[in-house]
């Protein structure tokens, strides 16, 4: 190659190239990378989201053999004057904790 001009422009042509296959490598591993990592977290959630149904499920079921075993409640149907209090006293809770609750977060802040 006698012409240098000819001569550059074949080395900034394999330069291209070269760096153009670097770039497209790079890239397809990073993708790859975050697809795998996407997959894994998906995986982790199922995982997670599975245990913590078995264990609801554990603690529902040994509740109802709690109250079906327990001699001291006896299943006699409620009146309506004891549903409302039951109501109003869960009402009164969810107050309670929710007033509880701000108190808690304007001392964090």
């Keep these: 190659m006698s012409n240098p001009v000819i ?3 074949f080395v900034g042509k394999a330069l291209a190239e070269i760096i153009y296959e ?3 490598d790079s890239l397809t ?7 795998k990592f996407d997959a894994e ?3 982790h959630l199922r995982q997670f989201s599975e245990e913590v149904m078995a264990r609801a499920e554990r603690e529902a079921d040994r509740s109802t053999q709690d109250v079906s ?3 001291s409640t006896s299943p006699r149907p409620q009146s309506p004057s004891d549903l409302q209090e039951t109501i109003d006293e869960l009402r009164a809770e969810i ?3 929710r007033a509880e609750l ?4 304007n001392q964090a802040v």
């Design 7 to 9: 001569h550059a422009f």
């Design 22 to 24: 670097k770039v497209e």
């Design 29 to 35: 591993v990073a993708l790859s990378e975050l697809g």
């Design 69 to 71: 075993t327990s001699p």
């Design 95 to 97: 107050a309670r904790v």
């Design 41 to 43: 977290q998906r995986e």
């Design 102 to 105: 701000t108190t808690y977060r």
